[in-house]
């Protein structure tokens, strides 16, 4: 019975969150700011755009009224029109706000009565016995267990909703809002900080008395060289790397075009846009290669860390208890280490495969993508699904070639895709590949403590 009640309820929340879902992926990408506007004020200026002004029909610009934003019903119960001046609304809208609805009740049936992705960083320890040779036998069990992990659960359906919201817009409109995976990844690290405990499925605890130390160094080091490398970028000591706009894709033409003519047809006035100007390979890899200096700080800081905390006696004792004794602490650090690896992952691909074809290989928006992703799922689940996300993306691929619509596609849905089969996978996953890797975290542990 209980189970039934939440269903009902996530379903009715899911529908309401889709319901936004819309707004944002309708307005988001519409904000025009001045060009003078400094990155701080125009990262908050884009949300203003999603409540002012209210809800109302693109055509006629009369206001909704509330029943009439009833998620789904609403719009079947006005036929699919506008009550004022009775043009169409995009069947999008309720379908959105139905698999947004959909979603919610799948992952609470795969969580909560399939048990799946139910592993994490200390299982609960049931019962242990020792053989007759002196081997000592642990029987472990972990479940989702509503009263504990709901936090997990919205924090998860929260990436859901962003991934759609931010697969939606890329898929049209080749960009990914960088809005979307901040906020994300600030959810992320507020809320396993707050609710992480080491047995419960989705937790990001770095417990492991050997490879926790050294993993929430590097996080930390990591995380201070962002932060310095943002406030210097705010400040504009670091340069901007594609400062008129990264060269626009074969698809933006192609619509510019379109729009251009579609305007002269219609006999519409016409105002030239002055766009991105032609780069030459050679100025494609200068300008790529100032993102380096981005990743320059967290990088030494990161490494820097590890080092002072396996080098140092006092640093490294001080440093191993309060990290395996300070829950919210390890939870935080295993939260922005995710978002670290998650964002290293795609942007170091991005640099270097610039580099090497001197073309922009993937999107800036792909790299804040996986920092939001990493920031809730970590770092193991993040470079899964960077990993698999290609597999999700051959059929549009071979699709685009056979039939030369152009080679390029938006990354994010597919990274998106990815990433929600992580996040039911991913334990199944991890108990194949994890030993090997987590062998490797404890070798280079061992070499840094002897070293």
Known sequence: ??????????????????????????????????????????????????????????????RLKWYDNVPIFGWIKLGGKCRFCRKPISIRYPIVELVTALLFVGYYVAYYIEQARACCPQPRVVSSSVDPFGFVHVVTHTQWIWAESWPIYFLYMALISGLLAASLIDFELYIIPIQIPWVLAVVGFVVHAIVDRPTIPGALNLVDAQTGPPLAALSAGAGVGLAITIALWAVRIIPTAFPNGEPLLEVDYENYRKERERAKRAGEPWEEVPLPPVMSSRQIRKEISREMLFLLPAMILGGGFVAAAAWIPLLRYNWHHLIIGTTWLNALLGSLLGAMVGGFVVWIVRILGTLAFGRVAMGLGDVHLMFGVGAIVGAGGATIAFFIAPFFAILTTVYRLVFRKGREIPLGPYLSMATAAVMLFYCWIAQRYAPGFQGLLIMLSEQLHHG
């Open 1 to 62: 019975m209980a189970h039934v009640t939440n269903l009902i309820f996530v379903f009715m929340l899911g529908a309401c969150i889709g319901s936004f879902l819309n707004v944002v992926v309708y307005r988001l990408p519409l904000v025009e700011l001045p060009a003078d506007t400094g990155p701080i004020q125009s990262f908050f200026a884009d949300f203003r755009s999603l409540s002012d002004p209210p809800s109302h029909c693109p055509q006629c610009n009369n």
